[in-house]
């Protein structure tokens, strides 16, 4: 994995956007936000130190259901798509099914 570091205010990803990477938060944090259908932002979490977001994409393939902002400077470990696909693959088939399986019942909270 590789090293990235964002500043304050960096958008990592964007709602509806592709995902093909997941961030594991090393130092800082990030301010996890879905739009509302008024229009409005909604804070949903905050991540940080040892916690991991973009995951979601990863386990499913499907657009980010919110945006990731950096809420200060910080430093992050990289997980790509291939990197997750690849340790996937090494494991047992149970942990795949788990994961998409949380996945699908997170997004559905979402809708």
């Keep these: 994995m590789e090293k990235y570091t964002f500043m304050e205010g960096e958008v990592l990803f964007a709602e509806g956007q592709q995902g093909t990477k ?31 977001v973009g995951e979601m994409s990863l386990i499913d393939d499907a657009p980010h259901s919110v945006t990731a902002t950096a809420r200060e400077d910080g430093e992050a470990m990289v997980l790509t798509r291939d990197e997750y696909k690849k340790r996937l693959k090494n494991s047992d088939k149970v942990l795949a099914l788990l994961l998409k399986t949380f996945t699908d019942k997170l997004r559905a909270t979402y809708e």
Excluded: Q
């Design 22 to 52: 997941a961030f594991i938060i090393k130092k800082g944090s990030v301010t996890i936000t879905r739009a509302t259908k008024g229009g409005w932002e909604k804070h949903v979490a905050t991540i940080k130190e040892g916690n991991i």
